[in-house]
């Protein structure tokens, strides 16, 4: 038994559109300035100085 598992090419073109001019959602839309923002703050918490450690006692 043999099927045919080609699409014809127009149905598959129209899908192909239609996935990639979807809307982009609301929440992952982020503002450029956001995200350089962002950035800047953890590449500061990363640059950022430890917390000093205590001294060991000597006996």
Do not use: F, N, Y
Not at 7 to 27: M, R, W, Y
Not at 42 to 48: A, D
């Amino acid at each position: 038994m043999i099927t045919d598992r080609s699409a014809p090419v127009k149905d598959l073109t129209t899908q192909v559109d239609a996935l990639l001019d979807t809307p982009e959602p609301e929440s992952l839309h982020h503002d450029s300035a956001e995200c350089a923002a962002l950035l800047l703050a953890g590449g500061l918490l990363l640059l950022s100085p430890s917390a000093p450690r205590p001294k060991k006692a000597t006996h």
